[in-house]
């Protein structure tokens, strides 16, 4: 643990909190932080921004990621090093199984870890899992979400994506991203609490593109999505029975 500040994200244990949302688009950080009361802005560095706020009395860190393992996996190991140990990731995501609508909420009881990063970390055949008590939580607030096994891969426009996809949905999965993988796997790594909650932006075997570019437009449905994944994510870090951790 260090006061230093640390080299990507610029965060120091000033920041005073056990508690942090991470986003992948430095755009989220400053929809979260509408949310949020008595709001300072920490830093933006690279693809790293943050803001500190309270959410009901609770204390909690808004921090984007950018796109992917590796940097995901930077802006984890920075937090543990401030001493945030509570982590969730609120991201976008293409559904995996048909019959997952716009704007639902995808919240991972484990991933495929179909990335290059944490394979170098630890095996591939070391699960990835989220917290038991956030997950607990994420129940009490959001029943309605879907909640099953997602997969973080590495390559948005690979040549083979249709024929993976169909693999690993004839598997049961139920969403894909890209750093919920990276998440779990090195903040178990750190003995962290982590969960990802994940908005649908693309229809199964939707037009991938299409779906990320509406979410950028502020398509309704996924505007939705995007503030009752942040709003479950607030209200999961700020519950009472997290207190005595
Ligand atoms: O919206 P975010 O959180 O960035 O998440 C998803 O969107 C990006 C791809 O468009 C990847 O980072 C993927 O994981
Ligand atoms: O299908 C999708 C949509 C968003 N992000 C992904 O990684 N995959």
């Known amino acids: 643990m260090t006061e230093e500040q640390q080299p990507h994200t610029q965060l120091t244990t000033a920041i005073n909190t056990d508690s942090a949302v991470i986003v992948g688009d430095p755009a989220r950080v400053d929809k979260a932080a509408k949310l949020l009361d008595e709001v300072q802005e920490w830093a933006f560095n690279r693809e790293y921004k943050s803001v500190i706020g309270t959410y009901k009395g609770k204390r909690i860190l808004i921090m984007s990621t950018g796109i992917g393992a590796p940097s995901a996996g930077i802006g984890v190991e920075e937090l543990h090093n401030v001493n945030v140990n509570k982590v969730i990731r609120v991201g976008s995501a293409g559904a995996m199984q048909s019959g997952i609508g716009l704007g639902e909420l995808i919240i991972g009881e484990g991933v495929v870890r179909d990335d290059g990063l944490t394979q170098k970390y630890v095996p591939g055949?070391?699960?990835?899992?989220?917290?038991?008590?956030?997950?607990?939580?994420?129940?009490?607030?959001?029943?309605?979400?879907?909640?099953?096994?997602?997969?973080?891969?590495?390559?948005?426009?690979?040549?083979?994506?249709?024929?993976?996809?169909?693999?690993?949905?004839?598997?049961?999965?139920?969403?894909?991203d890209m750093e919920s993988g990276a998440l779990m796997t090195i903040g178990r790594q750190r003995g962290m609490e982590t969960l990802s909650i994940l908005n649908n932006v693309v229809l199964y075997e939707g037009d991938l593109a299409a779906g990320v570019n509406d979410l950028v437009n502020g398509d309704d449905l996924m505007a939705q999505g995007e503030t009752a994944s942040l709003k479950l994510a607030l209200d999961i870090l700020s519950d009472h029975s997290l207190e005595e951790d």
């Not at 989220?130 to 997969?151: C, E, N």
């Not at 993976?164 to 894909?176: H, L, Q, T």
């Open 125 to 176: 055949i070391y699960p990835a899992v989220p917290s038991f008590k956030l997950m607990a939580l994420a129940h009490k607030y959001a029943p309605q979400a879907v909640y099953g096994i997602i997969r973080s891969h590495d390559g948005f426009y690979m040549d083979d994506n249709a024929k993976n996809e169909a693999f690993w949905s004839s598997k049961g999965i139920v969403g894909a």
